[in-house]
């Protein structure tokens, strides 16, 4: 891996959004990429009535939330936020088959395109 991106990426703080409201042209959840965040964030937050439920992904994310000011989510907050990322992961626009995705890319490196 890069040096130069290694050291960038140990220095930042990656705050992931999760989607609750796809779009016409999504497909993420195709791609097991999304709507919500699954590994290498530091917080995470998913759009609830007037807040966000807050989740930590790593030691550092774990030191910012404890900075803010927050509380724990009810168990109410904790299923809204589950049936809001279901939903959303139920209402993609779009869908996308991976089957064979991976070794086509890797078959066109020296595409001109």
């Known amino acids: ?34 709507p919500e965040v699954a590994d290498h ?4 937050l998913t759009e609830l009535r007037g807040g966000f439920l807050m ?15 927050s509380r724990a989510p009810s168990a109410a907050e904790l299923e809204l936020a589950e049936l809001k990322l279901t939903r959303a992961k139920e209402h993609m626009g779009r869908k996308l ?7 086509m890319l890797d078959d066109s490196m020296e595409h001109p395109q």
């Open 1 to 34: 891996m890069d040096n130069y991106y290694s050291e960038a990426r140990r220095q930042c703080v990656l705050v992931a959004i999760n989607c609750t409201n796809p779009g016409g042209t999504c497909f993420c959840s195709s791609m097991g990429t999304g």
């Open 41 to 44: 964030y530091d917080l995470a």
């Open 55 to 69: 989740t930590t992904g790593s030691e550092i994310g774990e030191e910012l939330a404890a900075e803010l000011p």
């Open 97 to 103: 088959d991976t089957t064979g995705l991976k070794e």
